[in-house]
């Protein structure tokens, strides 16, 4: 049974931080690509950042980059999101995904909420 549970969302001022975890299970983490995606309120599910399966190479959106750093610890099956200088329009629904790296099914989070506001 394949999970991925996201925690540490919650409420921040803007400029503030918070960072997001995703805990993976069920499947072989290691050979799978991850990425965080976020859904703004009446929006489309946007890509914020990916992150080789392994050598730590990763790609961010424009509009996180400089703010926002993905990594990923292999041994503990965990990704991570470390968010700073967070914005209002950062306000979603954060979700973690999981891509085999040849090609497959993919999987989904649940999702954790993040609220930027004053």
């Known amino acids: 049974q394949v999970q991925l549970v996201e925690s540490g969302g919650g409420l921040a001022q803007p400029g503030g931080s918070l960072r997001l975890s995703c805990e993976a299970s069920g499947f072989t983490f290691s050979r799978y690509a991850m990425s965080w995606y976020r859904q703004p309120p009446g929006k489309e599910r946007e890509l914020v950042a990916d992150?080789?399966?392994?050598?730590?190479?990763?790609n961010y959106a424009d509009s996180v980059k400089g703010r926002f750093t993905i990594s990923r610890d292999n041994a503990k099956n965990t990704l991570y999101l470390q968010m700073s200088s967070l914005k209002p329009e950062d306000t979603a629904v954060y979700y973690c995904h999981a891509r085999p790296v040849g090609g497959g099914t993919t999987y989904w989070g649940q999702g954790t909420q993040v609220t930027v506001s004053s």
């Open positions: 992150i080789r399966s392994v050598g730590g190479g990763s």
